[in-house]
């Protein structure tokens, strides 16, 4: 049974910095396994948008324009938890961010195509 967990999330002024955590069990997040992971974020009556993306085995990553530069990944293989540093903070990136993982290559960031997801952690940006 796999199963996400996020924490890490908050309230911070513009300009500040938060890293999220998403500890995984029954999913590996080292590059031992193949698979994809990503970090998604929801924000009162807005879609849910794909933020950024990892693929497990060659580390390869992508961040969505908005957050390129600001935005960047990490694993800690022996607590098989991803890490997103998350640097610049503006305003708009307040919503509920959600970690979700999937077996299926190569990776996107349609939110279908990963089978595993986080309760999601809170992040609060004030201006």
């Known amino acids: 049974q796999v199963q996400l967990v996020e924490s890490g999330g908050g309230s911070v002024q513009a300009g500040g910095s938060l890293r999220l955590s998403c500890a995984a069990s029954?999913?590996?997040?080292?590059?031992?396994?193949?698979?994809?992971m990503a970090w998604f974020r929801q924000a009162p009556g807005k879609e849910r948008e794909g933020v950024a993306r990892l693929n497990t085995r060659d580390g390869t990553t992508f961040y969505i324009d908005s957050v390129k530069g600001r935005f960047a990944f990490s694993r800690d293989y022996a607590k098989n938890t991803l890490y997103l540093q998350m640097n610049s903070l503006k305003p708009e990136g307040t919503a509920m961010y959600y970690c979700a993982a999937g077996v299926r290559v190569p990776c996107s960031l349609r939110p279908d195509e990963y089978r595993y997801w986080g309760q999601g952690t809170q992040v609060t940006v004030s201006s």
């Open positions: 029954g999913y590996t997040v080292s590059s031992y396994s193949s698979g994809c």
